[in-house]
């Protein structure tokens, strides 16, 4: 994005990192994208028993522009798809995204041409939370573990060698089903 | 008359609220038990002796209204035993991205194989750790238990496994706990 990622890799660029990811995960805006009845949980979850402010996301954002993180809470038709990605990319870097709920994680229940089977077709999603609806403390979980992403998160130099391994790491997941053809 | 007093009186609700008890349940910390029968993730039980309850019938695949269940049955043999009678399920995959949690699956099921736990941390960040396997699924060992596959131990049939495996034996109690 800025200077940071100029830094060479070394114990400056390791220093750098975590103050940054100190800061951009204590208070991330959320641009909530409530569709359904995800978002009923999602507002229980800013109310005051869960209390999204303990991590300074009580302010969810009503434009886009000034949000670090879209959950996207509930199914998306094929017809808001396209608003969803506009939305996601008037949002500035760096930006992430939650896919809450199941529905919105792989179409769920609603297996059907009206609703894109997983936001991941259209956004690039951080974290999936399943549930139906998940309960508001799914949702904090799910937080944490944003959180966490966010906090080591690398850059610069270190960011490239962190994708290289990830891609490779990904190359290598065996698929969960073993084939052994039709008759067996 | 006293009007002007109203903007005090709203101060006043602001300060009586700093004496309330707080509502806030700091989750990451403070975790709150759910209701007893909340519908969290799957747990595949086992008998007492540690087999596998799982017959591999499919009929909470074939109940699950988002198709979230995948099982692939298999014979028992009796060199290789994983559960009392003819099958088991020797691939058992839960996809949670699609799984509502619905509980239906649990209402099919012939054996009470498949229970549902208060487990709801579920979130992750890559679909493939989304899909549970059955190694995932199964209840751990508990006392008595021995991992299959091996002999039945609670009867010489399946009749008699099933009538010894339902009563309180010295074995102690299966994996779901109410035996």
Known sequence: ?184 | MFDWLNPVKGFGVTFHTMFKKVDTVKYPEVKRPTMPRFHGRHQLNRWPDGLEKCIGCELCAWACPADAIYVEGFDNTEDERFSPGERYGRVYQINYLRCILCGLCIEACPTRALTMTNEYELADDNRESLIWTKEQLLAPLAEGMEAPPHAMRLGETEQDYYRRGATPTATGRDSEGTR
């Open chain 1, 1 to 184: 994005m800025g200077i940071e990622e100029q830094l060479p890799s070394g114990v400056l660029l390791t220093t750098v990192e975590k103050i940054v990811g100190y800061a951009r995960k204590s208070s991330v805006w959320p641009a909530t994208f409530g569709l359904a009845c995800c978002a009923i949980e999602l507002m229980a979850a800013g109310g005051p028993k869960y209390d999204l402010a303990q991590w300074g996301m009580e302010r969810a954002s009503a434009t886009p522009r000034q949000a670090d993180l879209m959950i996207v809470a509930g199914r998306l038709s094929q017809k808001m798809a396209p608003v969803l990605r506009q939305i996601y990319d008037q949002m500035v870097e760096p930006k992430w995204v939650i896919s809450m709920g199941v529905c919105a994680s792989s179409g769920g229940m609603f297996n059907n041409y009206a609703i894109v089977q997983g936001v991941d077709h259209v956004v690039p999603v951080d974290i999936y939370l399943p549930g139906c609806p998940p309960r508001p403390e799914m949702l904090l979980d799910s937080i944490v573990k944003l959180h966490d992403k966010i906090y080591n998160t690398k850059l610069g130099a270190h960011r490239r060698a962190q994708i290289e391994e990830i891609e490779a790491q990904r190359m290598r997941t065996l698929p969960l089903i073993d084939d052994h053809g039709a008759l067996r």
